[in-house]
T-cell receptor
Framework: AQSVAQPEDQVNVAEGNPLTVKCTYS??????LFWYVQYPNRGLQFLLK??????LVKGSYGFEAEFNKSQTSFHLKKPSALVSDSALYFC?????????????FGTGTRLLVSP | DGGITQSPKYLFRKEGQNVTLSCEQN?????MYWYRQDPGQGLRLIYY???????QKGDIAEGYSVSREKKESFPLTVTSAQKNPTAFYLC???????????FGSGTRLTVV
């Protein structure tokens, strides 16, 4: 089965420091990978995706993610965290085993950026 | 602006009552999805629809029903058979190609 794992329930970082939110995946074939962000009582907002091409993907709000095939990882990164980045982050992978375009989501990682 | 509108934002249900959550999109997307979000469990797929008048069960369809009579609309009914309906419900849509989903802002359902 296609799946993603987010090993950290919460990540704490000080404002101005770099941040990393981890995601590993398990898929058959080449993965389609996504990161979404959710603010309280809101829907998910798309941050970035990896389909093919460069392993470093740049997305919205200064976020980027590095695709690493050998480690089956797709970690989300930002060079300098902002307090406003505090939110819930979800990694997702397209389930290639179904006949429709289903996304399988991780359990989410809460990012807390302190002033 | 194009997007997905979910209503209401908050909904309270009494025991044994059916309630319907609305999801409307003006993105001209063919595919629509309903997810349930519970703390620590991520998002779980309830139902999905790839075209009008067609829909399929997802991973946790028991106690839910949907319809897709119009391309723009994909309402979800939470029936009395759903024993633990308190959750945050998210509707999403997706157009041609695969560029991920567009999500609505969600409906928080609480059983009282």
């Amino acid at each position: 089965a296609q799946s993603v794992a987010q090993p950290e329930d919460q990540v704490n970082v000080a404002e101005g420091n770099p941040l990393t939110v981890k995601c590993t995946y398990s898929v058959s074939g080449n993965p389609y990978l996504f990161w979404y962000v959710q603010y309280p009582n809101r829907g998910l907002q798309f941050l970035l995706k990896y389909i093919t091409g460069d392993n470093l993907v740049k997305g919205s709000y200064g976020f980027e993610a590095e695709f690493n095939k050998s480690q089956t990882s797709f970690h989300l990164k930002k060079p300098s965290a902002l307090v406003s980045d505090s939110a819930l982050y979800f990694c997702a992978v397209r389930d290639m085993n179904t006949g429709f375009q289903k996304l399988v989501f991780g359990t989410g990682t809460r990012l807390l950026v302190s002033p | 602006d194009g997007g997905i509108t979910q209503s209401p934002k908050y909904l309270f249900r009494k025991e044994g009552q059916n309630v319907t959550l609305s999801c409307e999109q003006n993105l001209n997307h063919d595919a629509m999805y309903w997810y349930r979000q519970d703390p620590g469990q991520g998002l779980r797929l309830i139902y999905y629809s790839q075209i009008v008048n067609d829909f399929q069960k997802g991973d946790i369809a028991e106690g839910y029903s949907v319809s897709r009579e119009k391309k723009e609309s994909f309402p979800l009914t939470v029936t009395s058979a759903q024993k633990n309906p308190t959750a945050f419900y998210l509707c999403a849509s997706q157009g041609q190609g695969f560029y991920g989903y567009t999500f609505g802002s969600g409906t928080r359902l609480t059983v009282v």
